[in-house]
């Protein structure tokens, strides 16, 4: 099992950045996918930012240029860098990962939510305007 741990949420003003963390419990030097999901009330939960094991990452045009994720392997722990943010920014903010064996090529990650089987349990990103 591998938890997932998310911190640096909180209120901001439009235009403002924050730096969101999300701390593995295991070791993320493997073949793996990690991904950064938001959810606001009443909406689907949707994938803003994945980055795969050989570094590659893929945003949706909404955050593209705004949003920036990025592993700090040693320490285990999954960012997700946000300027310029704004008030339909607002939402929960969840991390998740899946995991392949090593001796599976690096896989192609996607911001899908089915592709993921380990969760956060999320932060909270409140932005106004």
């Known amino acids: 099992q591998v938890q997932l741990v998310e911190s640096g949420g909180g209120s901001v003003q439009a235009g403002g950045s924050l730096r969101l963390s999300c701390a593995a419990s295991r070791d993320i030097n493997t073949r793996n996918c990690m991904a950064w999901f938001r959810q606001a009330p009443g909406k689907e939960r949707e994938g803003v930012a994945a980055?795969?094991?050989?570094?590659?990452?893929s945003y949706p045009e909404s955050v593209k240029g705004r949003f920036t994720i990025s592993q700090d392997k040693a320490a285990k722990t999954l960012y997700l860098q946000m300027n310029s943010l704004k008030p339909e920014d607002t939402a929960m903010y969840y991390c998740a990962a899946k995991f392949y064996p090593f001796w599976t090529a690096a896989p192609s990650c996607s911001r899908l939510r089915s592709d993921y089987n380990y969760w956060g349990q999320g932060t909270q990103v409140t932005v106004s305007s």
């Open positions: 980055i795969g094991s050989d570094g590659s990452t």
